[in-house]
């Protein structure tokens, strides 16, 4: 396991990540190499403090470097489905 206290302390003190920082740190939880607490622990700062655009670009090239790709194999495809967090009720 690899311990993300190195990132969480700045993330407590206010202070926010590089880009490469909050992609590294998502790459090491994708690869299941951070406790379950600190990930939580991570997620809790992230929320209190709030994203940064470098920060939120790091996070998601990480999810679209862990990201699988769907080949279907068939003729052109259209996603009809929402993303469920629509206000229309």
């Given amino acids: 396991m690899v311990s993300i206290v190195e990132y969480l302390e700045p993330l407590l003190g206010g202070r926010d990540l590089s880009m490469e920082q909050a992609g ?3 790459d090491a939880v994708f690869a299941g190499e951070v406790p379950e607490a600190q990930v939580a622990a991570f997620l809790t700062a992230m929320r209190v403090k709030g994203a940064t655009a470098a920060e939120l670009a790091g996070l998601a090239g990480s999810l679209r470097r862990h990201a699988v790709r769907v080949e279907p194999g ?3 495809l259209v996603d009809t489905c929402g993303t469920g967090g629509g206000t229309i009720k």
């Fill in 74 to 76: 068939v003729g052109p």
């Fill in 24 to 26: 590294g740190l998502l």
